[in-house]
Nanobody, 124 residues
Framework: QVQLVESGGGLVQAGDSLRLSCAAS????????IGWFRQAPGKERDFVAA????????DYADSMKGRFTISRDNAKNTVSLQMNSLKPEDTAVYYC?????????????????WGQGTQVTVSS
């Protein structure tokens, strides 16, 4: 059983940057593709970015392309999400998730393990 813990969230101003981390215990992340999702109050949980188990492929939601960068360090069992040029509409709880099927990376059902989330609040 893989346990995931997100960290790095906080309150920032529009235009600032944050780096979120997803750390794993109870298993090795190198077996899994990792996705980041976010959920704003009253809204559905949406895909943000994903990285394949090897790190060779990444994918982003359109609104994050050019602003967010996902990376992984399998030796440290961590995945990071660098978020630049943050906007108030980026405010949400951000979740990392681990799954074994890359082609299902956009879907909540494509992931077997989830973290508890970290709050990101961007003020205008």
């Amino acid at each position: 059983q893989v346990q995931l813990v997100e960290s790095g969230g906080g309150l920032v101003q529009a235009g600032d940057s944050l780096r979120l981390s997803c750390a794993a215990s109870g298993g090795t992340l190198s077996r899994y593709s990792i996705g980041w999702f976010r959920q704003a109050p009253g809204k559905e949980r949406d895909f943000v970015a994903a990285i394949i188990w090897s790190g060779d492929s990444t994918d982003y939601a359109d609104s994050m392309k050019g602003r967010f960068t996902i990376s992984r360090d399998n030796a440290k069992n961590t995945v990071s999400l660098q978020m630049n040029s943050l906007k108030p509409e980026d405010t949400a709880v951000y979740y990392c998730a681990a799954g074994q099927t890359w082609r299902r990376r956009y879907y909540i059902s494509g992931y077997e393990y989830w973290g508890q989330g970290t709050q990101v609040t961007v003020s205008s």
